[in-house]
């Protein structure tokens, strides 16, 4: 999946219009503002690890999401892991 998919997802999963992510207004990808806005409004539970970072997500709608990413970047890897949960999230929303 491309990163603009990932953001098209989480931005639906956020309830977020497509115009917003055409302007690059927002960007979690790259923005850890924008990253910890999503987890908060989506409820996930991001456990951050010297290399990388777990997130999991549980509700009615999709029973367990569990993301892990890692890399170098610690922070990139975090706001990776929450746009894709989000994007998983995104995917059961019509």
Sequence with gaps: M?????????AKA???TL??????LWNPLDDSQDALDLAVKLDLH???FPVGA???YQN?????????I???DKY????RAIVQAAAEIGKYIK
């Design 14 to 16: 956020a309830g977020l």
């Design 19 to 24: 115009r917003v992510v055409e302007l690059q």
């Design 76 to 79: 990139a890897a975090t706001r």
């Design 2 to 10: 491309t990163d603009r998919e990932l953001l098209e997802l989480a």
């Design 46 to 48: 991001v456990l951050p």
């Design 70 to 72: 890692f890399g170098d």
């Design 54 to 56: 777990r997130v999991r």
């Design 60 to 68: 009615y709608i999709l029973d367990t999401c569990e993301i892990e």
